[in-house]
């Protein structure tokens, strides 16, 4: 049991389960928002967005085409609004604070640089590459 215990609590575990019951509510709220917003939008600019009544028929069988234009269109749609309302805003986030990092960084001065024949790390104040024995510029 100790053994169980121990992977149960583990960080990982805990935030995939985490993850797992906000990525259902999140989903929830996606849903609802293509459902009840964007939907009647379109149909409002465009006419009714319900497809589910076109299909064909070959020998008997029914191909109901529709429900699966339906099902590739509320997925662009569920798709669109979390890429533009989601993955969007957390980019230009986290480009915001590595902009703030980056600042940081550029107090530190480098300690190495390339050597122009054989592209290996070689110290700043060195004058001769380690590797080929060339002459650096300073």
Known sequence: MRGFKQFMMRGNVVELAVAVVVGSAFGAVVAALVKDLITPLIAAIFGK???S???FAVH???FLAGDFINALVSFLLVGSAVYFLVVLPI???TARM????AAGDLTS???TKKCPECL???PIA???CAFCTSALLP
Do not use: W
């Open 60 to 62: 008997g069988s029914r």
């Open 120 to 122: 290996s790390d070689v």
């Open 126 to 128: 060195a004058r001769r």
């Open 98 to 101: 590595r902009r703030g990092e």
């Open 53 to 55: 009544k076109i299909g």
């Open 49 to 51: 967005p319900d497809f």
């Open 91 to 93: 980019n230009a986030l």
């Open 109 to 111: 001065a480098p300690t």
